[in-house]
């Protein structure tokens, strides 16, 4: 059970990691201090397949409209994809990633919006990258190195996300450790480390909560994972990155009716738990409770 019994023991046993900082860095040229800020990621989904319709855009003008919408409702960046994570969506091939999100991102970011692209393509990236994209959402490690290169030569922020997996289309049945928060650390330190070696220093660590494998599909095991990601992520600011995590959707908890209510609610668990960077489709409501959590700490809370 996620109660004040449950904080106390785990701050008890891992006390040490509060005292660790984040590094504040740019994104697309805005300066972002991390631990004050709670930077906003809003969606763009360019696939059709992709199950959260509200933040489907069918074509080039709705999705602008809806970057520059969500910019001006607090987004501190915007993260475009155009192949959905779901098991039985179709491959989409580099080429036809490029042709749907090449045009959305040049259009966004010559109005000034910070562009993040969702893909494992390195090709996909460069063409991105080359139309404006300065944050490359990795959501795999097959071509890590080629990505890594792709970040240095322009400059762009690198969300390393943690898949047990060449890529996020690439996955099976999840498997647990006994501390997941102890594999993450080391995982994520062996990734910051090669990002290092190749002259990439923004990076942003996204755990993963499990949407895509196969033994996650039961509601209450997944939500379980996911509370217990948020619960430990402050222990991952030792390694001195700031921490990324979607948000929870739980449909098969707060049933189609009421499942647009789930993202603000893990978000204000995410952000008192230690998250820097929430991903939400819901963010102008997610806005709203950022604000009141701000205005809290400007009490003196």
Do not use: K
């Not at 994104?27 to 933040?55: H, K, Q, T």
């Amino acid at each position: 059970m996620l109660d004040l019994h449950t904080l106390a023991a785990v701050l008890t046993e891992h006390r040490d990691a509060l005292a660790h900082r984040v590094r504040p860095f740019d994104l697309g040229g805005r300066a972002c201090d991390f631990e004050r800020e709670r930077p906003l990621m809003g969606v763009i989904n360019l696939s059709p397949e992709s199950w959260y319709a509200e933040s489907v855009c069918a074509d080039e003008a709705a999705a602008v409209a809806r970057g520059l919408a969500l910019t001006a409702a607090g987004a501190a960046l915007v993260d475009i994809g155009a192949e959905s994570t779901l098991a039985h969506a179709a491959r989409v091939p580099p080429a036809e990633q490029q042709a749907r999100l090449v045009p959305v991102v040049r259009a966004l970011s010559a109005q000034g919006v910070v562009v993040s692209v969702e893909s494992y393509w390195p090709e996909v990236l460069e063409a991105c990258a080359l139309a404006g994209a300065r944050v490359f959402n990795l959501t795999g490690r097959r071509a890590e190195a080629d990505v890594l290169a792709l970040a240095r030569r322009f400059g762009a922020a690198v969300v390393l996300c943690y898949v047990q997996g060449e890529t996020v289309r690439d996955v099976g049945r999840f498997t647990f450790a006994a501390d997941m928060m102890d594999e993450l650390t080391d995982h994520f330190r062996e990734r910051t480390a090669l990002a290092e070696r190749h002259g990439v220093s923004r990076c942003i660590l996204d755990p993963g909560l499990g949407f895509y494998y196969a033994n996650l599909a039961d509601g209450a095991l997944r939500v379980n994972h996911q509370l217990h990601t948020f619960l430990h992520s402050f222990r991952l600011h030792r390694l001195g990155y700031p921490i990324l995590n979607i948000l929870p959707h739980a449909p098969d908890i707060f049933g189609e009716a009421h499942r647009r209510a789930a993202e603000p609610l893990f978000a204000v668990l995410a952000w008192l738990l230690g998250t820097h960077i929430v991903r939400t489709h819901e963010l102008e409501v997610v806005a709203r409770y950022r604000e009141v959590l701000a205005a809290y700490r400007a009490g003196g809370g």
